[in-house]
């Protein structure tokens, strides 16, 4: 089904369409709402908010471009107000990366995904080293492919402050990794 | 004397480190460009000539593109097998859908009218409005409609004023005519009068006991008065002998 058509089903009020559309998108605000929170159960609690909020705004979604940064929006406003509340962001994942690896990892030959087992690990444990504003940058931009537009907007900061600070964390993260002596 | 450089990359070295310096800085800020593909085609260039003789930068730069093929994948993430059914039954709790829009600016402005400082600001409008208008210059004339007004309402206001003073010149003279003592001293001749009364009243008693004390003096003493210094004598003088 086309992403258009499903949106208009979504908003007609068609059940079905929407439970369609739940499994869609619920990998992508549960792993924003992961990546922020570092807490499994709060970032499924959370994902669960958002989808609501949206279910309730489903008369007006957004057209098919700009629906995935306002759900990331809207995941994001929530995870704000969650710090907010508990004044503090957690210093850990709870996650371990074995498990992060394997929950994404596609089918295929094992030594294969191996390989990729060990890249995902090399650069989750050096993403988990960045600042809070360099590794929001990179969830944004590098891990939820949002345009620097859209993240600029996000965030309420001018384009060229956004691509400044998107560098700066990618070339961090990089430097991470040569720290760590291995290329993933 | 300073040693020759032994090869040419050697050489290029010790060029740059007389003249510009290292040329890794400008790399590293046109990395993440070169690995998005966004560099123009003569910076891709240079930035691929850098990269042939600098070792670093290529592992800089490797390390940029391969992380940013890792990151991609933790973009969804498995939320776990309960999590749709969980959604689904907390959206079918959820409340309906909200008014459509036209109703939500009905509902919107009801709720804007109830506010306590909606009157005020009302008038404030209002006043300001009328200031506004009030300077717009009457069609056909010259002078704002302010100016109109305000010279009429200053015509009528004197003319007013100079009835109402008449009016109340001619009540006075009347009231003055009629009673004036109440009216324009009544309180200090109530004063007056009570204070008169009083001294009337001292005197009378001093003239009884002045005469008690000499019908006394003529009992016991039984001394007829002259007929010449009875009337003459001070009252002080037989108040200070009776007493």
């Known amino acids: 089904m086309e992403p258009g058509v499903l949106l208009q089903r979504v908003g007609a009020g068609d059940e079905l369409a929407w439970e369609a559309f739940v499994r869609q998108h619920q990998g992508r605000i549960f792993g924003l709402a992961y990546h922020y929170l570092g807490h499994a159960e709060d970032a499924r609690e959370l994902a669960q908010e958002a989808f609501v909020q949206i279910y309730r705004n489903r008369h007006s979604l957004p057209d098919d471009s700009g629906l995935v940064p306002w759900m990331l929006c809207i995941t994001r406003n929530l995870c704000m107000d969650l710090f907010r509340r508990r004044k503090a962001r957690p210093p850990t994942w709870d996650i371990p990366v074995e498990e992060l690896g394997h929950l994404a990892a596609p089918d295929g030959d094992p030594e294969q995904q191996l390989h990729d087992q060990s890249r995902k690990e090399l650069v989750h444990r050096a993403l988990r080293e960045l600042t809070d504003l360099n590794r929001e940058m990179i969830l944004l931009k590098d891990i939820q492919g949002l345009t620097l537009d859209e993240i600029a907007g996000l965030l309420g900061i001018p384009l060229g402050t956004a691509k400044s600070r998107s560098n700066r964390a990618r070339l961090e993260l990089a430097e991470k990794l040569l720290a760590r002596g291995a290329c993933p | ?243």
């Open chain 2, 1 to 243: 004397m300073s040693r020759l450089p032994s090869s040419l990359p050697d050489l290029t070295a010790s060029i740059l480190a007389r003249t510009s310096g290292p040329t890794c800085g400008r790399l590293r800020a046109l990395a993440c460009d070169l690995v998005d593909g966004a560099l123009p085609p003569d910076d891709r260039d240079l930035a691929h000539r850098h990269l042939e003789h600098c070792p670093d930068c290529r592992s800089l730069v490797s390390r940029l593109e391969a992380a940013s093929e890792v990151l991609l994948a933790f973009a969804q993430l498995e939320p776990g097998a309960e999590f749709t059914a969980a959604v689904l039954s907390r959206t079918r709790l959820a409340p309906p859908f909200p008014a459509p829009p036209q109703d939500r600016l009905l509902v919107g402005w009801a709720r804007l009218m109830r506010r306590p400082r909606a009157a005020l600001e009302a008038a404030y409008l209002a006043t300001a409005a009328g200031l506004i208008l009030s300077q717009v210059p009457l069609p056909g004339t010259q002078h704002p409609v302010g100016s109109a007004l305000v010279s009429r309402v200053r015509t009528e206001s004197r003319a007013s004023l100079a009835g109402a003073s008449s009016r109340v010149q001619a009540w006075t003279t009347r009231a003055k005519a009629a009673n004036p003592i109440r009216l324009s001293h009544h309180r200090n001749s109530v004063w007056s009068a009570r204070w008169s009364r009083l001294i009337r009243r001292i005197g009378q008693a001093w003239l009884d006991l002045s005469n008690a004390a000499r019908k006394t003096r003529v009992r016991f003493w039984r001394q007829p008065p002259t007929s010449t210094s009875a009337p003459a004598e001070p009252s002080g003088s037989a108040s200070r002998s009776a007493l």
